[in-house]
C-alpha cells in the first residue's frame, strides 16, 4: 500500500499553530464543527445518490456515531457519508482553497473565546480538533469506490501530514482524536452528550453513542458479602441510542422550540458565534408550499462586500438537502440573511439552472424577501419607544417583547445599511418599503437615526423638497459650503456617506410624494421659504456682478461650465455644483477611485458676490490667479483635488508674498 508524507499549505500550518498554541478557551466548540462537517457529508451522499442509488450501497439509513475509548485516549467521529478518495483527502485536509485563513487571521481579536468561535465562520472547522487533540487520524472511503481504495491520513498538526492507502469496508469517514491530557473530560459519555445538546440537538440525522449502564465492582473477599467491593463504573452495553432529537428543527412546530435552540441552530449553520438579531419561522402554504426558517445576523461577516461570493439560503425539497447557496431564492441586496427554505413543490433533482427558471422558486423568492421585510420593518418600529399617554390619560405598556426588540434596528443598520440601500436599484417591486427603512445623519443629528419619515414630519412650512447632500465622510458633508443657506434658515438636509448613496438615489427621486433634491445640483430654489426682499437683492447683486462674471467664465472656461452669482453662500467665497441632470462630483470622484471612465464633465462655480474675496476680483491685477484659486479652494471645500496641486500653490504663494 502506498504510503507518502505531504506539507500542508503554508496558510494551513499557520493555523495550525495557533489552533494548538492559543485557542483554548471554549475547547467545546470542536464536537460542534466535525458534527456539522459529518452531517454535511451525509447530505451531500443524499444529493448525489438521487441520481445515482447504488452509492448508499448496503447502508441506506445515514447516521453520526460518536464514540470513546479511555485505554487508548481516543474520541471518534464517524459518518456514513459521501466519504472521501485519497486526493480528496489531500485536497481538503492539507489546503485551504480560498484565502479564508489570512481573512481568520486578519480577525482575530485576541479575545480567545471569541477567537476560537470564528473557526467554522472561514471554513477551516476540520482543524478545531487540534484544539484538544496532539494527532488526528482520519480513514475514509467515498462511495462508489472499492474497498481497498480507502485513506488513512495522520498528522500532529505541525508542518505535514502522512497519507496511505487502506482497505476500509464501510464508506464514509472516521475522524479519530488522541487526546491531549487536558481535553480527557471528553472520554466521558455524560460529557459528549452534554455538549451534542447544546450544539447539534437539531442535526436532522440520527448521532449514535453506545448505550452503558452501571456495573458494581467485584467482591475484595469473593466469600465474604460483607467484605467491600471494587470501585464500580459505567459499562457500555453494546447497544446504540440515539441521543439527539433527529428532525429537522425547521419541521418541528414553533411552540416546541426553545429560543436557545433557534439560536443555537443559526451558530450551526451560519458559523457565526453570536446569537441572530431575529429570525422567522413560517409554514406557507398555497399555490407553492414550503417552509422557510430566516435569520437576521447582529454582525456583518467578513466577506460582505464581496458580491461574486455566492450567498444564500440553505435549500432543501421534502428535507432532502439540495444546496448550500441557493441565491435564486433570496435577491443579492440581502445576502446577509441566513436560513433554510424547505420546499414541497421544487423537483429533487433540481439545479441551478432550474432555479432560475422555475416559477415555483420565483414565488419562494417574493414571499422570503417580503418576510425579511416584515421582520425589519418590525425591528424598526420598536428600535426607539417612547411610553405615549393616551386620550384617556393612561400611557401606553410596553411589552417585554417590544422592549426586547429596542434599539436593534439601530444595530442592524450600522451593520447592513449600506447593503439595503442596493435594493433601491434592484427591487423595484419593493421600493418604498426599503425607502421607509433607510436612515441617515442629518444636519440636526450626527447619528445615523433620520428617516425619510422623520424628515418629512419636521420640514418647514412651505418646504417643498426632502434636500440631501453626499459626501465622503460626515465631517465633509456637514461642513459643506452648498449648506449655508440651509443652516441660516434652520432647514434641515440629510448628509449621506456611504459609496453607494450616489448610485441608489438615481433610483428613488421621491418620498411619499415630496421630491428628493441634492443641494449641490441645479441652481438653489427655496420657493416660499425665500422672502420678496431676499430676492430682489439677490437680482441686484447678481445685474451689478455681471460684467466680472463674464471676465470669470472666460478665465475658467476650461474648468467650469458655468458662472452664476448665488444665494446658497453665507460665509464662503463660491462652491462647485452640477447641472440637474449632471453626474455629480463625488460620483464621479467615486468612479475614478474604482478605476472606471467617469464621463467628461465641468461643474459650475457658484459665487457669493457679497463676500469680500469675489469683490476683490473686480479691478485686481491678479484677477486670473484669483479666478483659479476660487474655483480651486471650492473643489477642496467638497474633498476633492486641483487638477494641477503644484499651480495652485504657486499661485496662492505668489500672492501671499
Known amino acids: ?15 495550525l499553530h495557533l489552533v494548538t498554541h492559543s485557542l483554548y478557551s471554549n475547547q467545546e466548540i470542536f464536537l460542534r464543527e466535525l458534527i456539522s462537517n459529518a452531517s454535511d457529508a451525509c447530505d451531500k451522499l443524499r444529493f448525489e445518490g438521487l441520481n445515482n442509488s447504488a452509492l448508499f450501497e448496503d447502508a441506506p439509513n445515514l447516521e453520526v456515531r460518536v464514540t470513546f475509548d479511555k485505554a487508548a485516549k481516543t474520541l471518534t467521529i464517524t459518518d456514513n457519508g459521501i466519504g472521501m478518495s485519497q486526493q480528496e483527502a489531500i485536497d481538503h485536509l492539507g489546503t485551504i482553497a480560498k484565502s479564508g485563513t489570512k481573512d481568520f487571521m486578519g480577525k482575530l481579536s485576541g479575545d480567545q473565546k471569541q477567537d476560537a468561535q470564528l473557526i467554522g465562520q472561514f471554513g477551516v472547522g476540520f482543524y478545531s480538533g487540534f484544539i484538544v487533540a496532539d494527532k488526528i487520524t482520519v480513514e475514509s472511503r467515498r462511495a462508489g469506490l472499492a474497498a481497498d481504495e480507502g485513506v488513512r491520513w495522520i498528522s500532529g498538526g505541525t508542518g505535514d501530514f502522512e497519507v496511505e492507502t487502506i482497505t476500509r469496508a464501510q464508506r464514509g469517514t472516521s475522524i479519530i482524536l488522541h487526546l491531549r491530557e487536558d481535553a480527557e473530560e471528553y472520554l466521558n459519555a455524560w460529557k459528549l452528550k452534554q455538549v451534542i445538546a447544546k450544539y447539534s440537538d437539531h442535526i436532522s440525522l440520527p448521532i449514535l453513542m453506545e448505550k452503558e449502564e452501571w456495573k458494581d465492582g467485584e467482591l475484595i473477599n469473593p466469600n465474604d458479602e460483607n467484605g467491600g467491593r471494587q470501585p464500580g463504573g459505567m459499562v457500555k452495553t453494546g447497544e446504540w441510542e440515539t441521543i439527539n432529537k433527529a428532525s429537522a428543527l425547521w419541521t418541528r412546530s414553533k411552540k416546541d422550540i426553545t429560543e436557545e ?18 429570525w422567522a419561522h413560517n409554514r406557507v402554504e398555497g399555490n407553492t408550499e414550503y417552509t422557510q426558517l430566516l435569520y437576521i445576523p447582529a ?30 431564492l433570496m435577491p443579492t441586496y440581502l445576502r446577509f440573511v441566513k436560513g433554510v427554505i424547505d420546499s414541497a413543490d421544487l423537483p429533487l433533482n433540481v439545479s441551478r439552472e432550474l ?26 418600529k420598536h428600535d426607539k419607544h417612547t411610553a405615549a399617554e393616551g386620550a384617556d390619560g393612561v400611557t401606553d405598556v410596553v411589552s417585554e417583547e417590544d422592549k426586547a426588540k429596542e434599539g436593534k434596528y439601530t444595530k442592524f443598520y450600522a451593520e447592513f445599511g449600506a447593503v439595503l440601500k442596493e435594493g433601491l436599484g434592484e427591487d423595484f417591486g419593493n421600493r418604498e418599503r426599503l425607502a421607509k427603512l433607510l436612515r441617515f445623519a442629518s444636519t440636526t443629528s450626527d447619528v445615523v437615526t433620520v428617516g425619510f419619515a422623520d424628515y418629512k414630519a419636521r420640514m418647514k412650512e412651505g418646504q417643498e423638497a426632502i434636500y440631501y447632500i453626499t459626501a465622503e465622510t460626515l465631517a465633509a458633508a456637514k ?41 449641490a445640483k441645479g441652481a438653489v430654489d427655496l420657493g416660499k421659504l425665500q422672502d420678496e426682499a431676499e430676492k430682489k437683492a439677490a437680482e441686484e447683486a447678481a445685474e451689478a456682478f455681471k460684467p466680472v462674471q463674464a471676465k470669470l467664465k472666460e478665465a475658467l472656461k476650461d474648468k467650469a461650465d458655468d458662472v452664476r452669482v448665488t444665494t446658497r453662500l453665507v460665509d464662503s467665497p463660491a462652491c462647485l455644483v452640477v447641472q440637474d441632470d449632471g453626474m455629480s462630483t463625488q460620483l ?70
Open 299 to 328: 454582525k456583518a461577516p467578513f466577506d460582505l462586500w464581496n458580491r461574486d461570493k455566492k450567498a444564500g439560503v440553505k435549500l432543501y425539497v421534502k428535507r432532502v438537502f439540495i444546496m448550500d447557496d441557493a441565491e435564486a
Open 355 to 380: 432555479l432560475q427558471e422555475s416559477r415555483d422558486v420565483r414565488a419562494i423568492r417574493e414571499g422570503s424577501t417580503k418576510r425579511v421585510l416584515s421582520m425589519l420593518e418590525d425591528l424598526a
Open 1 to 15: 500500500m502506498s504510503k507518502q508524507t505531504l506539507s500542508f499549505q503554508a496558510e494551513v500550518a499557520q493555523l
Open 588 to 657: 464621479a470622484r467615486l468612479l475614478k477611485q474604482a478605476g472606471q471612465q467617469a464621463p467628461a464633465t465641468k461643474p459650475v462655480l457658484e459665487v457669493n458676490a457679497e463676500h469680500a474675496l469675489v469683490k476683490k476680483l473686480d479691478g485686481s491685477v491678479h484677477f486670473h490667479d484669483l479666478a483659479h484659486i476660487l474655483f480651486d479652494q471650492a473643489l477642496l471645500a467638497e474633498g476633492g483635488l486641483p487638477e494641477d496641486p503644484a499651480a495652485y500653490v504657486k499661485r496662492v504663494n505668489a500672492l501671499l508674498v
Open 261 to 278: 435552540q433557534y439560536a443555537e441552530f443559526y451558530k450551526t449553520i451560519s458559523h457565526d458565534h453570536e446569537a441572530p438579531l431575529t
Open 479 to 519: 461642513n459643506s459650503p452648498q449648506l449655508e443657506v440651509f443652516k441660516k434658515k434652520g432647514i434641515e438636509v440629510l448628509l449621506m456617506t456611504d459609496r453607494v448613496d450616489e448610485w441608489a438615489l438615481n433610483y428613488l427621486h421621491e418620498f411619499d410624494g415630496t421630491p428628493l433634491q441634492s443641494v
